[in-house]
């Protein structure tokens, strides 16, 4: 049975794990006085995503595809222009801006962000049949793949595919500054599957109190895998995983899911889920000056009102200098 992988590989966590370096707001990247080209067919896109990205958060945001910035053991192709306008606007409006308005200013983002955000048109397809859709890389670069399919017309696709990734790897980024607290390793101990987590059914992961398999595989992805799925999932989204984590399931070898008359497993899914979703609250209200759930709601009501073309006219809209 095909999995599909809707976050990181558990390799983005070694290689965030190798590499502490501390961001501070100041540029990575030399000045260069560049003037855009207004002929050419990109200028409008490249004035928005330095005026929104690099001017405002020293951040690159990187959509033609370089194969230095790529992984050469996928098969990858470039993102579509035309994707690559969607994508910039939703995560200016349903990442940058929301940390704005919850932090207040742009400084925390600019200091705790990443410096480059890459796009690449198709996914990355792993020999485990898991599929690779964002990566993170000590905290400076985030990848994300699937660019090509994106729908801005589905919301959970939406989510799923790009925006749960975003907050995922950005809780990466945060706690590898400021560690999470140690009583959340101890929650769990013995029901992390580093190896062949994708043989778990989410509903399976959720009875043992993850919010979904690959959260199951080792105690940080288990961390943010909390936080990010609270962030996007709607609550009627929420409350079918917490119907899921009250039941006890089966998985046949042929991929096939039931469940059982009774949760036989010996864990409180639910329970175990919200005690690690209040360490993740409490967490970032003391170390970060985050209230979750005022993220959360803010995300929700963007994305309950999201007007795509009013978005995309951000940067269709751009004129050229005479």
Known sequence: MKKVLFSILALTALIMSSCKEELNSKSIFPYVDETLDP????YQLDSFVKREFLNVYNVEFRYRMQDISSDMNFNLVPAEYDNCITMAVLTKYLWWDVYKAQTGSEEFLKTYGPRILCMIGAAGHNATGSVTLGVAQGGL????HAVNYIDPSNVSTLNEYYFKTMHHEFSHILHQTKTY????????????KPNGWEERSDQEARSLG?????????????????????????PDEWQTMMSDASKGWKQDDDGTIHQLKQDEDGVDGVATIEQKLTICRTWLREEWGIDLDALREEVQERQ????????RNQVL??????
């Open 210 to 234: 993850f919010t979904g398999n690959y959260g199951s595989s080792q105690e940080r992805e288990d961390f943010v895998e909390i936080i990010a799925n609270y962030i996007v999932k709607t």
């Open 304 to 311: 309950a009102h999201m007007n795509i073309d009013s978005l």
């Open 141 to 144: 670069k985030v990848t994300l």
């Open 181 to 192: 607290p140690a009583e959340f390793r101890t929650i769990s101990a013995g029901y992390y």
């Open 39 to 42: 002929s050419s067919y990109s």
């Open 317 to 322: 809209m751009i004129e050229a200098p005479n």
